[in-house]
């Protein structure tokens, strides 16, 4: 993903990617490219950042559910944190909240892992 739109950072054997707007149409592209390519490389461990984002397309919604569902046939998995309260009352209504697990903060995904 460009610089703009998010970046990679790691802690330990966790990837953490940090979104950084709008996720539509063409930031989704990237948000999938992004997770499939950590996917790829064989990282089991992601963590979204999506702190910074106000709003969220269901195409985004499906990359972190079918992420999670690649992860977990490899015993990996993904979380996500920093979700506004639409953006959360969207994951519930949706049904993805029982799907992708959801943290209040960083360190909270992080101990899960």
């Given at each position: 993903?460009?610089?703009?739109?998010?970046?990679?950072?790691?802690?330990?054997?966790?990837?953490?990617?940090?979104?950084?707007n709008y996720?539509?149409?063409?930031?989704?592209?990237?948000?999938?490219?992004?997770?499939?390519?950590?996917?790829?490389?064989?990282?089991?461990?992601?963590?979204?950042?999506?702190?910074?984002?106000?709003?969220?397309?269901?195409?985004?919604?499906?990359?972190?559910?079918?992420?999670?569902?690649?992860?977990?046939?490899?015993?990996?998995?993904?979380?996500?944190?920093?979700?506004?309260?639409?953006?959360?009352?969207?994951?519930?209504?949706?049904?993805?909240?029982?799907?992708?697990?959801?943290?209040?903060?960083?360190?909270?995904?992080?101990?899960?892992?």
């Amino acid at each position: 993903m460009s610089e703009e739109s998010s970046r990679i950072r790691q802690s330990g054997e966790v990837k953490i990617v940090d979104v950084n707007n709008y996720l539509g149409s063409y930031a989704v592209a990237e948000l999938r490219e992004t997770l499939a390519g950590l996917v790829n490389q064989d990282v089991q461990k992601i963590i979204v950042n999506l702190s910074q984002v106000e709003h969220i397309n269901s195409a985004a919604i499906g990359a972190l559910i079918g992420t999670a569902k690649q992860l977990r046939l490899k015993d990996g998995d993904v979380k996500i944190y920093g979700l506004t309260e639409n953006i959360r009352r969207t994951f519930d209504l949706i049904g993805a909240s029982d799907i992708v697990e959801i943290h209040d903060s960083e360190d909270s995904a992080l101990s899960t892992f």
